[in-house]
């Protein structure tokens, strides 16, 4: 039986700083792990770097209007350089820039240019707080990509090994979307009802199916709750999900993981903890905990477990594994293949844009917290002649209301503002955005920095990261795709961004990957490092390929998985 309901997140010590499991990082696939373990029966230790945050009491912004904010909602100067990177792909403001790390407190190095962009949110619940939501399943030709061209490692699972998995976590996290039967991008059994596209997106849908064979635009699937689910939501259209959402609208540690791992009374919180390294014992041959710097005080503790699940998110679990150096592992925790670090990848980003001059007696309400998706549909059946693997898109319609005014700092202001507001404008927009998929190189890597730390004197990540000649050839077929189907659409006035100017987005994955070989790879199958089987490695760090897929529902599946073994392992007297 599971011991009386604990409140929320509570912080309880436990004697010797002994526990049967050590979770690090409460993010999406740590909070998933600390749940999965404290359901199993595990007494577990979840560390955070950042600051605690309670759901619903802690989003102070969630629905304050933007005349109440000191700055209306706006950065002030001074923030901007602490937010410079970070807002190439969040819009960081003044609600919600509590969920995002400073980058002078926190800086990162970049050896050879500023192209790869590293958000981070160094608080309870992580990135979960300010993800975008977009959940969808990988298929094997993502997970058979890299045997089929001789790029990176075979992943050492294909889909029918984690597809039970996916369906676990879906039934939980609650992700709205439709039906499609495409092999390339399974469907779920447990979809919610998909919103709703508006009237210009149905167009576009309409007339891509009739032009093109190979490709279809669909709605977004996304963890935004379109019925009530596990004491959540319903979504309330708002679209301020970055500044937390006090109806668990939608998923995040706070609002569903966490509080049931809590609910067991198995689980102790311990927040403002920068996990150091793991300890390993030569003569056990096995990891027998962690060592803290308190964010707070300076002072250090050190805590021990059989089982240590690492999911501080890719960068962070990497450099916490290298700096977990013994005589045993000299260049990092489970670094025999020299691989880990390297094979940063993330994904490509590009976008288009077009005006539609048409329904104008339609208009649209509420803030869809979702967009429209094109399902990859490049080197699917037949490969391209120019590039390896593929992209998506996503993106939405939408009509401006305000068509005539005078913009200062991008705000409108006086009477012809005014007089406009009450009128939509006299078109739509419809905008795509690419997401491809990089190829994995060992050039692209991490490390920690020898010579630059952050405040609290440790060291920063120093990154070696390029595009490659795939990556330029795949975004530019994507503008001419882009351009092209936006005409096809009736568009005008289409506009893209240059071929060569790629943005990186937040999907960083890679630098401790799965495969079937140790002398090639990190990790085994089940996301155990090889040469260390009583830690695992869940996050974006264990992944052998990036596809052009967003990530997040995989690791939530890999996790479930990965913690479904463990316990096994730990009741056979393995672990």
């Avoid at 795949?474 to 005008?492: H, K, N, P, Y």
Wanted: aromatic share 10%; with cysteine; net charge positive.
């Amino acid at each position: 039986m599971s011991a009386s309901p604990a409140p929320p997140f509570a912080q309880r010590t436990h004697a010797a700083n002994r526990y049967d499991a050590i979770v690090i990082g409460s993010g999406i696939s740590g909070g998933w792990a600390a749940k999965e373990l404290t359901q199993k029966g595990l007494r577990v230790l979840l560390l955070e770097r950042g600051r605690p945050i309670e759901h619903i009491n802690d989003y102070k912004t969630a629905l304050t209007p933007s005349w109440e904010m000191p700055h209306r909602g706006r950065k002030t100067v001074a923030e901007a350089d602490a937010y410079r990177l970070t807002s190439r792909n969040y819009g960081v403001d003044e609600y919600n820039k509590g969920f995002y790390v400073s980058e002078i407190d926190s800086p990162y190095v970049q050896t050879q240019n500023e192209d790869f962009v590293w958000a981070r949110g160094h608080q309870v619940g992580g990135r979960s707080l300010t993800w975008g939501r977009q959940c969808y399943r990988w298929s094997d030709l993502d997970f058979g990509d890299n045997l089929r061209d001789g790029h990176g490692v075979d992943w050492p699972i294909r889909y029918k090994d984690i597809e039970p998995w996916y369906t676990y976590v879906e039934k939980f996290v609650g992700i709205s979307g439709s039906k499609e039967g495409l092999p390339h991008l399974p469907d779920s059994p447990e979809f919610l009802p998909p919103m709703a596209m508006n009237c210009v997106e149905k167009h576009a849908a309409m007339q891509i199916a009739k032009t093109y064979a190979d490709r279809r635009l669909i709605i977004g699937r996304v963890a935004n709750l379109t019925a009530p689910k596990l004491g959540r939501g319903p979504c309330q259209f708002r679209n301020a999900c970055d500044r937390g959402c006090p109806f668990g609208g939608y998923f995040s540690s706070n609002a569903a993981t966490l509080p049931v791992a809590a609910a067991t009374g198995r689980l102790t919180l311990r927040p403002y903890s920068i996990v150091t390294r793991l300890l390993y014992d030569d003569a056990k041959k096995r990891a027998t905990g962690v060592e803290v710097l308190d964010a707070e005080t300076g002072a250090m503790h050190a805590y021990q477990a059989r089982l240590i699940f690492v999911n501080a998110s890719t960068i962070s679990t990497t450099m916490i594994l290298q700096q977990s150096t013994s005589p045993r592992f000299p260049n990092g925790l489970g670094n025999d293949s020299d691989q880990l670090g390297r094979n940063l990848v993330t994904h490509s980003k590009i976008s288009v844009g077009g005006r539609y001059d048409g329904f104008l007696d339609q208009y649209t309400y509420g803030r869809r917290a979702n967009g429209i998706y094109v399902p990859r549909f490049r080197n699917v059946t037949q490969q391209h002649a120019d590039f390896r693997r593929g992209y998506n898109y996503q993106g939405g319609g939408s009509r401006p209301r305000i068509d005539v005014n005078t913009p200062v700092d991008g705000q409108a202001f006086g009477a012809a503002w005014k007089d406009s507001l009450p009128y939509p404008a006299d078109h739509w927009s419809l905008g795509l955005t690419a997401f491809g998929e990089m190829l994995p190189d060992p050039n692209n890597r991490v490390r920690p920095s020898a010579t630059v730390r952050d405040k609290w004197g440790l060291a920063v990540p120093e990154i070696d990261f390029n595009w490659s000649a795939n990556d330029y050839a795949m975004m530019a077929d994507a503008v001419r795709e882009g351009r092209t189907m936006l005409e096809q659409i009736g568009c005008q006035q289409i506009t893209s961004d240059p071929p060569r100017a790629i943005r990186s987005t937040v999907h960083e994955m890679g630098t401790a990957r799965m495969g079937r070989d140790p002398k090639t790879s990190v990790l085994n199958a089940h996301n155990q490092v090889h040469a260390c089987t009583n830690v695992f490695v869940t996050d974006g760090a264990s992944m052998a390929s990036a596809s052009c897929v967003n990530p997040s529902l995989t690791y939530m599946a890999l996790t479930a998985r990965a913690v479904d073994h463990a316990v096994r392992e730990m009741k056979r007297g393995v672990l």
